[in-house]
Every structure is written in C-alpha cells, then in structure tokens.
C-alpha cells in the first residue's frame, strides 16, 4: 500500500504545482490524460485481494471523476468545502433528538440545503425564508 500511496501524492503534488500556471484548455485536456495513464498504471499492479486491492478497486471505479479537477479550473481537487459545509448539519442532527426521525430530518436537510444556496447565492437567508 505504501507505494501506490507514494505514486498517488506524487502524481497529485506534480498536478497542483503544473496547475499554478496559467494552461490553456489544450494543455489541462493533456495534463489530465497523462494523469489518468499514471493512475491506470497504478490499476494494473497485480496485488492479492486485500485491502490495497480495494483501494485500486475505488481508483479504478473512479477513474473518469478523479482528474476532473484537471480539466475543470472551476472544480476543487479536495473535498474540504464538502466536508466544512456537513460539519454543522451532522454535529446538529446528533444533539437535536427530533431529528432522530424521517420527517425531522427531511426538514432539517431542506432548510440547510435552502439558507446553503441563498448564501452561495449572494441572497439574503432570512430574506428569502421570509419569502417563501
């Protein structure tokens, strides 16, 4: 496992620091094919069933969205803002025990996924729930 992990940091930091530059779409379609034959590579490693066999399982099941980054300057590489924006849902969801339920939570998530976008937005939260 800890060579597959090597080669996958090493073809991510090569990524970011190619990516500093200012590419033409051109040049990000050649860098994300030249990623992806690295990651195949790494596919076709011959390990026994295992943990690092599902590893190269995920990577080969995700192979045509993990570079997306590459191509798309607008999509992030990492999942952190993701990540950020469940924190506070998950942390409410196991204080808040009337979301223990189907219907709480079906409000919960719509009322976060709502004052989420309005912020993305540019809008008003309580404005636009004053609205709707």
């Given amino acids: 496992g800890e060579p597959i992990y090597h080669a996958l940091r090493q073809v991510y930091v090569a990524l970011q620091a190619r990516l500093e530059s200012d590419l033409t779409v051109r040049e990000r379609a050649d860098l994300q094919r030249v990623a992806r034959r690295e990651l ?14 599902t590893l190269l399982g995920k990577i080969e099941g995700g192979l045509d969205h993990w570079l ?13 803002a ?4 469940l924190r506070e849902p998950v942390v409410l969801r ?8 189907d219907r709480g939570m079906f ?15 540019g809008r ?9």
Avoid: C
Wanted: net charge negative.
């Fill in 94 to 101: 196991k204080i808040i025990g009337t979301l223990r339920n």
């Fill in 82 to 85: 993701a990540e950020n924006a």
């Fill in 107 to 121: 409000v919960h998530e719509t009322v976060l996924s709502l004052l989420a976008t309005w912020r993305q937005q």
């Fill in 68 to 80: 997306t980054f590459v191509g798309e300057p607008a999509v992030s590489p990492t999942n952190n």
């Fill in 40 to 53: 195949e590579s790494l596919i076709e490693r011959s390990v026994p069933d295992g943990p690092v066999a």
């Fill in 124 to 132: 008003n939260p309580y404005e636009e729930l004053r609205r709707v």
